[in-house]
């Protein structure tokens, strides 16, 4: 069984790419973003949270449907930049943080999980979705964006992490979208 890839892994890329997914340039990425904040069923959020926050570019644009938003990823090179892209957002906070060996001792009304679920194993999975659950409040949203491709690195597949979350029976699927590249599910805590 492959294990959840490590912090090192993704120090590893940032510091031979301080954007190496082209989350600041690539039209991909932007209409990507673009579907993710379309799919928010009722924002303003009271308090969200954000499951690898990277380099910050979804955070910021997150941060606008949101009183307050806490932002976390495993790469304090990633962080680093993310803090500067939202010095000007002061309800934004950022952590580093690696679910789910770690996870805030706080309840949220929106959980946002974007391309990060493939990077856990089954075991790990398992355990951050228990994490996510309890800190969802009843009625809160859980978001979940993942790319479909192949990416033999990965320990799981996006389409293997969004058919998991559907078995939760405490979450209501709302709402999917499937595009040539990635696969977005809204769910809804009961």
Same mark, same amino acid.
């Given at each position: 069984m492959q294990q959840s890839l490590p912090p090192s892994y993704f120090d590893a890329l940032y510091s031979?790419?301080?954007?190496?997914?082209?989350?600041?340039?690539?039209?991909?990425?932007?209409?990507?973003?673009?579907?993710?904040?379309?799919?928010?069923?009722?924002?303003?959020?009271?308090?969200?949270?954000?499951?690898?926050?990277?380099?910050?570019?979804?955070?910021?644009?997150?941060?606008?449907?949101?009183?307050?938003?806490?932002?976390?990823?495993?790469?304090?090179?990633?962080?680093?930049?993310?803090?500067?892209?939202?010095?000007?957002?002061?309800?934004? @906070?950022?952590?580093?943080? %690696?679910?789910?060996?770690?996870?805030?001792?706080?309840?949220?009304? &929106?959980? $946002?999980?974007?391309? #990060?679920?493939?990077?856990?194993?089954?075991?790990?999975?398992?355990?951050?979705q228990q994490q996510i659950v309890t800190s969802l409040q009843p009625g809160g949203h859980l978001l979940?964006?993942?790319w479909t491709q192949p990416a033999p690195d990965y320990p799981l597949t996006g389409d293997a992490v969004?058919?998991?979350?559907? @078995?939760?029976?405490?979450? %209501?699927?709302?709402?999917?979208?499937?595009?040539?590249?990635?696969? &977005?599910? $809204?769910?809804?805590? #009961?």
């Amino acid at each position: 069984m492959q294990q959840s890839l490590p912090p090192s892994y993704f120090d590893a890329l940032y510091s031979a790419d301080p954007d190496p997914w082209k989350f600041e340039t690539s039209d991909y990425e932007a209409n990507k973003y673009q579907a993710t904040i379309a799919a928010l069923p009722r924002p303003p959020y009271r308090s969200a949270f954000e499951i690898g926050g990277s380099i910050g570019v979804l955070t910021a644009l997150l941060a606008q449907h949101c009183e307050a938003l806490l932002s976390i990823d495993v790469s304090e090179i990633a962080q680093r930049r993310a803090i500067e892209r939202c010095r000007d957002l002061p309800h934004v @906070q950022f952590e580093l943080m %690696r679910v789910p060996q770690q996870y805030p001792n706080q309840m949220f009304d &929106l959980v $946002v999980l974007s391309e #990060v679920g493939y990077y856990w194993c089954w075991e790990d999975l398992a355990l951050a979705q228990q994490q996510i659950v309890t800190s969802l409040q009843p009625g809160g949203h859980l978001l979940l964006v993942h790319w479909t491709q192949p990416a033999p690195d990965y320990p799981l597949t996006g389409d293997a992490v969004h058919e998991s979350f559907l @078995q939760i029976p405490t979450l %209501r699927h709302l709402n999917s979208q499937r595009e040539a590249t990635y696969r &977005l599910d $809204v769910f809804e805590r #009961v």
